[in-house]
């Protein structure tokens, strides 16, 4: 059964970084993409970073120049570096990938929280 394991988060102050990790089960290049995304209570989760299989990466507005969504095929491992935190950065981080040929099978990890203190 496929896994998804996140790491990284925590409580940090406004300007801050931290490095959150998601490790998989099998090889990340089965995956048409791997991706961040982001929850607070009430709201829906939103997409942060997203690269996929090839390489290319994508951000959602609020986040570029600040994170940097990358890979370490070896690990099967996908990172995503914060910097520059704000306190509107806080919520919980969740690890997604797509695979099948419409990236119809979605995966989740379990969620990690992060934390920006003002």
């Known amino acids: 059964q496929l896994q998804l394991v996140e790491s990284g988060g925590g409580l940090v102050q406004a300007g801050g970084s931290l490095r959150l990790s998601c490790a998989t089960s099998?090889?990340?290049?089965?995956?048409?993409?791997m991706g961040w995304y982001r929850q607070t209570p009430g709201k829906q989760r939103e997409l942060v970073a997203r690269i996929t299989n090839a390489g290319s990466t994508n951000y959602a507005d609020g986040v570029k120049g600040r994170f940097t969504i990358s890979r370490d095929n070896a690990k099967n491992t996908v990172y995503l570096q914060m910097n520059a935190l704000k306190p509107e950065d806080t919520a919980v981080y969740y690890c997604?990938?797509?695979?099948?040929?419409?990236?119809?099978?979605?995966?989740w990890g379990q969620g990690t929280q992060v934390t920006v203190s003002s």
């Open positions: 997604n990938a797509a695979s099948g040929i419409f990236s119809q099978d979605i995966y």
């Open positions: 099998r090889s990340i290049f089965s995956f048409n993409a």
